[in-house]
């Protein structure tokens, strides 16, 4: 929309903006620096370039503004603030070029992301292999990245003693495995968390032998 500016008026807010009016009638909003920048005031004549220039950075402020605001309530992989960002409307290419930009200055971090991820679930809620790897494939992280964090958890801490941490409660309040139904269970939650068939018979084996006792 091109014309004359007849009125702007200016908003405040974490990123000041203005909304031009061109004849009269309410055309553009964007950054008030970039307003500023582009020379713009009433009685000037609203070139095209000016209005895409203005509109392209305030869209970029907003995604960017949204995306910070996802990232006060937890830390997100690039790709999850990606596919968050898509779901709010904004486009794919300008998506990809905010979140970069968080990466570059280490506000996005997908390798800190699945340390911490696979750190939290070790202390927390002691999880297999196979489910770590699936929760951060759910969280969009690379591949090769997630073989690397996964290998290097397992190797610091027994995948063994998790499994036995995993279970502990469920012992406690339950029982033992002596009878098939117990066993069952307890079979089906340690293979649900993650691990390998081969920890999971191994603790069993140690439970029964702890019941028989």
Request: aromatic residues 4%; without cysteine.
């Amino acid at each position: 929309m091109s014309g004359t500016i007849t009125e702007i008026r200016k908003s405040l807010g974490d990123t000041p903006r203005v909304t031009v009016f061109v004849d009269g009638v309410e055309a553009f909003t964007g950054s008030e620096e970039v307003a500023r920048e582009l020379g713009l005031s009433v009685g000037r004549e609203m070139a095209p370039a000016a209005a895409e220039r203005l509109t392209s950075n305030d869209e970029r402020a907003k995604a960017r503004e949204a995306a910070l605001r996802l990232l006060a309530v937890r830390a997100r992989s690039e790709g999850e603030l990606v596919d968050r960002l898509r779901r709010k409307g904004f486009r794919e290419e300008l998506t990809a070029t905010v979140v970069t930009s968080l990466a570059e200055v280490g506000l996005v971090d997908d390798e800190a992301f699945a340390r911490a991820w696979a750190d939290e679930k070790v202390r927390l809620r002691p999880s297999g292999p196979r489910r770590l790897t699936q929760e951060l494939l759910s969280k969009r992280i690379d591949r090769e990245l997630i073989a690397r964090v996964v290998e290097e958890t397992f190797r610091e801490h027994s995948e063994l003693e998790l499994a036995r941490r995993a279970v502990e409660k469920k012992v406690r309040v339950s029982g033992g495995a002596d009878d098939a139904k117990r066993r069952a269970r307890l079979h089906s939650f340690l293979l649900r968390r993650g691990f390998s068939y081969e920890v999971v018979s191994t603790v069993l084996r140690e439970i029964e032998g702890d019941s028989d006792a």
